[in-house]
């Protein structure tokens, strides 16, 4: 049995009672030589005496060496040897420490999903940082939760934050509600009702594809039957070559118009024409021979595009392109990839068809006078117009599924 000299406890081992004299009575305690010392003058004396030790302070055992190199090594293995001094801790401290209690309210805002019994306390309009920022302004009921664990409260609501930046990825087997957590999540931010606060309600775009499709049957994208409430206007994009199939679908939807996707040349970049353009690599991964040339005549084009500025020319294009040498092999595939792309813009553009002459042994291409632009319908010869609630439908039999 151990016993403290300086409060008459005693312990069962001796390792015990060096810890309690490390922790109720260090001034008496050398933790060099772990000697104890009747009082602190003592032990101070016996410091003064000692050979000098090189103590580590970025360890929480503080562990001492006699030797400066010994204390190199230590801090080498165990802190890679990059050690801050204490003034740049203290330094560092200060930038890492909150301003004021907005830090928490902030946190608080940028949470997705919160349960009611952490947000009623946060949905209240007038509750603000020092910015003058709200915590949860715009949030809507989205689910219950059915885990065992009662809140204090029994508050088991679970809202959407309408206002935070979120990423979300609903996945389940067939029926278990993935498309009603969609439309929930949509209905939380476009309209306005008793299960949500929405001052400002958003816009939304939805992007569908689905391959049980057929001139006989088909169904609607299921965020269009956002369309039962008045307030809420759904327009529905589709290729112009499915326009007639897609009116059918949609249909029976009440407040729900197609329209044709036409794109301006504004629209198009160098991306966008070599999706739209049908095109993907053989099967040795390689790109056609003719696409290597589109890609350097959009190159060039590009380049000028930035000196002058501007949006991007089509008809420019198209003119740089005759001046092309190309065989009546590559003549063919390429303008088949121009129907495609052309099938997707206003009327008004004209499609220049590439051919290839001969003209005294040598080899250019020929623009020949545009044919079907000719006559066009009024929707058809503008872009689309990106009012507030798309539903993007890109069925279309005649695209490939990977441009899709």
């Known amino acids: 049995m151990d016993r403290c000299k300086l409060c008459d406890r005693n312990f069962g081992t001796a390792e015990s009672l060096e810890q309690h004299l490390q922790s109720r009575h260090p001034e008496t305690y050398c933790s060099r030589c772990r000697r104890r010392f009747p009082h602190a003058s003592a032990k101070q004396q016996h410091i003064a005496g000692s050979p000098q030790h090189h103590v580590c302070h970025n360890c929480s055992h503080k562990p001492d060496f006699r030797k400066k190199k010994e204390l190199d090594e230590h801090q080498e293995i165990q802190h890679c040897g990059c050690?801050?001094?204490q003034d740049d801790l203290e330094a560092h401290m200060k930038l890492l420490r909150p301003v004021d209690d907005s830090e928490q309210l902030s946190a608080i805002a940028a949470a997705p999903i919160v349960t009611g019994s952490v947000g009623k306390n946060h949905f209240e309009t007038t509750k603000a940082d020092s910015?003058?920022?709200k915590a949860i302004d715009q949030h809507g009921l989205l689910a219950r939760d059915l885990s065992e664990n009662r809140p204090p409260d029994n508050d088991h609501r679970v809202f959407y934050n309408v206002s935070?930046?979120?990423?979300?990825?609903?996945?389940?087997?067939q029926g278990s509600g993935k498309s009603?957590?969609?439309s929930t999540l949509l209905e939380n931010c476009l309209l306005s009702c008793e299960a949500n606060q929405l001052p400002r309600p958003l816009a939304g775009l939805v992007f569908h594809y689905?391959?049980?499709i057929s001139d006989e049957g088909g169904l609607p994208c299921e965020a269009a039957w956002l369309s039962s409430n008045l307030q809420l206007k759904v327009r529905v994009l589709c290729p112009p070559t499915n326009i007639t199939n897609m009116k059918r679908i949609y249909k029976e939807?009440?407040?729900?118009?197609?329209?044709?996707?036409?794109?301006?040349?504004?629209d198009l970049n160098t991306r966008r024409m070599i999706d739209l353009m049908a095109v993907s690599p053989g099967q040795n991964g390689q790109i056609p021979l003719y696409l290597h040339v589109v890609q350097r005549v959009l190159r060039d084009l590009r380049i000028r595009q930035q000196q002058v500025g501007g949006t991007f020319d089509y008809n420019g294009?198209?003119?740089?392109?005759?001046?092309?040498?190309?065989?009546?092999?590559?003549?063919?595939?390429?303008?088949?990839?121009?129907?495609?792309?052309?099938?997707?813009?206003?009327k008004r553009v004209p499609s220049v068809p590439i051919e290839r002459v001969e003209n005294g042994g040598g080899e250019r291409n020929k623009s020949v006078a545009p044919g079907h632009h000719a006559s066009a319908a009024s929707e058809a010869q503008e872009g689309?117009?990106?009012?507030?609630?798309?539903?993007?439908?890109?069925?279309?039999?005649?695209?490939?599924?990977?441009?899709?």
């Open 83 to 85: 050690v801050p001094s």
């Open 131 to 133: 910015a003058g920022r």
């Open 164 to 173: 935070a930046p979120t990423s979300t990825f609903t996945c389940g087997s």
């Open 180 to 182: 009603h957590t969609l």
């Open 210 to 212: 689905d391959t049980f």
């Open 253 to 266: 939807l009440p407040n729900v118009s197609v329209h044709e996707l036409r794109l301006c040349d504004s």
């Open 317 to 346: 294009f198209k003119t740089t392109l005759n001046n092309e040498t190309l065989t009546s092999s590559q003549c063919g595939p390429l303008q088949q990839c121009l129907d495609t792309l052309e099938s997707f813009m206003v």
């Open 384 to 404: 689309t117009k990106w009012t507030p609630v798309w539903a993007v439908d890109y069925r279309r039999p005649l695209l490939p599924l990977h441009n899709s």
